[in-house]
């Protein structure tokens, strides 16, 4: 499942959008992003998107050229990136 997700006004989260996919490859999640572009934020520029690192996602970013500045920004969630962090360095 893929999913995207916002706040509004009062810092209160909602989703936005979602798709149930096979897996999450490059190719759901340049559907996906485009879909977004194409039906949701339309003709917003200097969308923030926040994500996690997983190959599919990072693929789609570098492919899609909407989603580069100044259009989109495209920044790693830190609880993933700390996550990770301490999966790759115990007890550090």
Known sequence: MLIAMTADANGQIFPLAFAI?????????????????????VGCIGVTYISDRAPGILRSFNDLVELHKPNAYHHFCLRHVKSNFLSNFPNK
């Open 21 to 41: 996919v096979n897996k999450e490859t490059k190719e759901a999640w340049s559907w996906f992003l485009s879909g977004l572009g194409i039906h949701v934020i």
